[in-house]
């Protein structure tokens, strides 16, 4: 059972890097619209602006 | 094929048959268009159509519609720009303000849209960049109806997108929004808050399940390991997510303090105590190794409670804050005559009083003044609701926002800005609105004797078991509070109203303070403004009679001829008389005009090919008695405005304008008397036309009150508050704004315009007033799943806290019971039924 000392440790550092990278889509606005990119897969050309600055 | 004279506009435009709907926006299609393939409601709707297909956009467009559907009944195009706005985008003010600069030349402006609902929509906005020189990328929001642009002022005007968004019938709205405003940080920071709590609460909850599941403590230490980690991981969890409690609840008990009274006490002052009481005592437990821990729950329980809380902020965030609806109103440039007599544009903020301005026909009024010039007519409907031009002459007071319709004017300025009339009304109401606490009426009454209950409860059992049985003192206390601690209560009324208020918004009803379902629920008084709400807001023309018969279904053709050619005189005309003209001759094909002259305050008159046409009132054109005479009679008893339109010196017709009731008007009223409540209709127009409509609706005269102007609608709200009566107003327009604010709920009806969205506690986006009566039976099922909610909470802690105290309960059990019961109350206000009913358009 002494593995647990080290896997729970592990698996809190992972839980902190799902935190962090919450923390990064937050403040880049990724859940500022949950709808509409949804519909531009619908579009069939190209997209016609960059997706990754949301504002 | 032309509608009969004695039916109404609403009628006029909507006589069609059911297979008939427009190809652009799927409302039904008025007789006289419908066409052989394709048909349209209105010019608007056919004209977007051609453009689409003439630009090659059209196919995607009307693919993507056909496949995914509408969000909500589309509002029908408006062709219109709104030129005023449209000079404001380009202004230096608006740059400052509104723009944020970014590399290359580029800057970045958000935008909001009118009628913006689908994903054909998006689509065809997010051509810009190809469509348009200058713009690199644009991103539309659906859900916020907001437009990201990042493009070059070098290269093109903001103007000039605004327009080409207008062609497809996309109202523009400027807004400052985006990363700058203060809500957008306000909402991330919460989900941040609530993100942080649950990833703690889950970690600390998968230690727990070990201890559920049987760890208990041995030589291996883990045990006392695993209570150690979970107290490590619930200090975060205390410090980040429970401290937008504790600040709430020290904040309440500070001003209850100050203010020598239990009903400012908030309900985070017993989640606070709750928390806090869980957390030191599983803290104790820990540190001596002796009791039990429930760190667990609290963690779940600030996660939930945050993930209540920041839904509510995020649906309030959809009916958007328009604090800069002063821009909408009141023009940032005036024109100033120059040394060698041109026209030169300067800021209104630099004005002067003692300045003189030039105000040219068609355009709004931008500052307080008095008129210097000989005369003009002068819509005042902003500020009055009046929806008939006055003429105003030399040394008559003018004021900003309203539109010069006739001539041009100097005006010599007294008050800019928010020290004119209107930017005072304004600046008055966005300065109320947002004050005064979210929760009302018995909620949080309740809250506050719930607390001092649970309070006083604990110290009577700690006194009892204190002397029976010292050893049992702390479970209980805990058991007690933990048990009680009131989640389910917090929950249950602001999780219901943010699931109701979200529904809402989908259907175009937008709530800017969850207190509106509670107040109209209680509401004994409701105030309509008649004006642009009960009514549509302007001039239409409701009957052509001309000397024949008038039973016959169809228009004969000479008086079809007649009314063309006035309409072909009327087609410029910026007077609501000569609109309604526009208006009817919509989809009809007009013979050109020539010479034609304004007869101010008389009519118009000019030539089509060598027929001379006259359009005028009665004085100007009078009849010989007969039957034009006895129709004009007759149309002026009703109270409506008449018109004469000779043809060659002959009367050929006449026409009754008149501001048309919306459809649902009477349905409106009787819905709201029926559930007991009090109607009092409150007009700028005089007593007879008030009175007038009040009939036609079902409104008996004493409740029909003319002659109102803002400051006595707001004075008549106050005084049915003072007399204790809960009251609500409806209304439209600055002129309501004041009376909006006062009540105890104002609820807008905009139809995309927002002139008074900024005062109202709730606005509708959709057109007419079936989305009021939704609101109406609405907010009732709202409340009522709330009173479940309520009623079952109170239950669940009445029975949890008697369990308690009798020492009958665990601190475990009430660890689990605490959650579950929280669940259910979740599931009520999630899966409530409400504004569910399918929108006909």
């Known amino acids: ?55 | 094929m032309s509608p009969t004279d004695s039916k109404t506009p609403q009628q006029l435009t909507l006589v069609s048959d059911k297979d008939y709907s427009c190809a652009h926006c799927g409302l039904p299609v008025p007789s006289h268009r419908k066409g052989t393939e394709v048909s349209f409601c209105c010019n608007g709707c056919a004209s977007v159509f051609a453009i689409l297909n003439e630009s090659g956009l059209g196919k995607s467009y009307y693919d993507l519609r056909r496949s995914t559907g509408n969000r909500d009944s589309g509002s029908r195009p408006s062709q219109r720009a709104n030129e005023h706005l449209l000079i404001e985008l380009d202004s230096e003010m608006f740059a400052e303000s509104h723009t944020s600069v970014l590399e290359n030349g580029f800057v970045r402006t958000h935008l909001y849209l009118d009628g913006v609902h689908c994903a054909a929509c998006v689509w065809l906005i997010e051509q810009l960049p190809k469509e348009l020189n200058g713009i690199r990328s644009a991103q539309l929001n659906l859900p916020r109806s907001r437009l990201s642009l990042e493009w070059q002022p070098e290269k093109i005007q903001l103007s000039a997108i605004a327009r080409w968004l207008w062609r497809y019938g996309y109202g523009v709205e400027p807004r400052i929004d985006g990363e700058e405003a203060k809500e957008t940080r306000e909402e991330r920071k919460l989900l941040i808050q609530m993100g942080i709590s649950w990833a703690l609460a889950g970690n600390i909850m998968l230690l727990a399940f070990a201890m559920y599941a049987g760890l208990s403590p041995d030589s291996t230490g883990l045990f006392e390991a695993a209570r150690w980690v979970s107290f490590a991981l619930a200090i975060p969890v205390l410090i980040i997510g429970g401290g937008v409690f504790f600040r709430k609840a020290f904040q309440s008990l500070m001003l209850s303090f100050r203010l020598r009274s239990v009903q400012n006490l908030h309900m985070d002052l017993p989640i606070s105590l709750g928390i806090l009481v869980g957390f030191v005592s599983s803290g104790w437990a820990t540190i001596t190794g002796r009791g039990e821990v429930w760190f667990d729950s609290i963690g779940i329980l600030i996660a939930a409670l945050l993930t209540a809380r920041w839904i509510q902020l995020r649906a309030r965030r959809l009916a958007g804050n328009s604090t800069e609806q002063l821009l909408a109103i009141l023009p940032s440039t005036a024109h100033q005559e120059d040394s060698a007599g041109g026209l030169t544009s300067v800021r209104t903020e630099n004005l002067k009083p003692g300045d003189v301005v030039i105000v040219k026909p068609g355009e709004l009024i931008p500052v307080d003044g008095i008129l210097l010039s000989s005369g003009s007519l002068i819509n005042t409907s902003v500020l009055t609701g009046e929806s008939v031009p006055i003429r105003k002459t030399r040394g008559d007071q003018v004021f900003a926002g309203t539109t010069n319709e006739t001539d041009r004017i100097h005006i010599q300025v007294q008050s800019v800005g928010v020290q004119s009339n209107v930017g005072r009304l304004v600046s008055w109401a966005s300065k109320n609105v947002g004050e005064g606490s979210y929760q009302s009426g018995w909620i949080s009454v309740l809250g506050s004797w719930f607390t001092v209950a649970v309070i006083s409860t604990s110290v009577v059992a700690g006194l009892y078991w204190w002397i029976a049985d010292p050893s049992q003192l702390a479970p209980v206390i805990v058991s007690l509070l933990v048990i009680t601690c009131p989640c389910a209560l917090g929950m249950a009324a602001p999780l219901a109203l943010a699931v109701g208020t979200g529904k809402a918004a989908r259907k175009g009803i937008f709530i800017k303070s969850e207190s509106v379902f509670d107040w109209l629920n209680k509401v004994d008084v409701v105030v309509l403004d008649k004006t642009g709400t009960l009514t549509w807001g302007k001039m239409s023309i409701v009957e052509i009679a001309g000397s024949d018969s008038v039973a016959d279904i169809e228009i004969p053709m000479e008086m079809e001829l007649a009314m063309k050619m006035a309409s072909a005189l009327e087609s410029d005309s910026v007077h609501p008389i000569g609109r309604a003209f526009q208006t009817w001759s919509e989809g009809r094909i007009l013979p050109s005009s020539e010479s034609t002259i304004h007869a101010p305050s008389k009519g118009i008159e000019g030539f089509v090919g060598k027929t001379k046409v006259r359009v005028g009132n009665l004085e100007w054109i009078p009849l010989q008695e007969g039957r034009l005479k006895e129709h004009s009679e007759r149309m002026l008893g009703l109270g409506q405005v008449v018109i004469a339109v000779e043809i060659n010196g002959i009367p050929s017709c006449v026409v009754a304008l008149d501001d048309p009731l919306r459809s649902n008007a009477s349905e409106l009223i009787r819905h709201i008397q029926d559930s007991g409540k009090h109607v009092v209709l409150c007009s700028g127009d005089n007593s007879e036309t008030t009175v007038r409509v009040g009939a036609q609706i079902g409104l008996f005269p004493e409740a029909c009150l003319g002659n109102f102007d803002p400051n006595m609608k707001m004075g008549l709200i106050q005084d049915f508050i003072s007399k204790g009566r809960i009251v609500a107003m409806i209304g439209d327009g600055v002129n309501d704004s004041g009376a909006l604010q006062a009540a105890h709920v104002g609820v807008a009806v905009t139809e995309g315009t927002a002139a008074s969205r900024f005062a109202a506690d709730a606005f509708t986006t959709r057109s007419g007033l079936e989305a009021i009566i939704e609101l109406f039976q609405e907010s009732g099922k709202i409340i009522r799943v709330i009173d479940r909610n309520l009623v079952f909470s109170l239950g669940y802690n009445i029975l949890g806290a008697s369990l308690a105290v009798m020492g009958l309960v665990n601190p475990m059990f009430a660890a689990i019971a605490m959650p579950v019961s929280s669940l259910i109350v979740v599931s009520s206000s999630v899966m409530q039924r409400t504004f569910v009913k399918r929108t006909n358009s």
């Open chain 1, 1 to 55: 059972m002494n593995v647990l000392y080290f896997l729970v440790p592990l698996a809190l550092l992972l839980a902190a890097a799902g935190v962090w990278a919450f923390i990064w889509s937050v403040r880049n606005g990724q859940f500022e619209d949950v709808e509409t990119p949804a519909m531009r897969l619908l579009f069939d050309d190209e997209s016609t602006s960059d997706d990754s600055n949301v504002s």
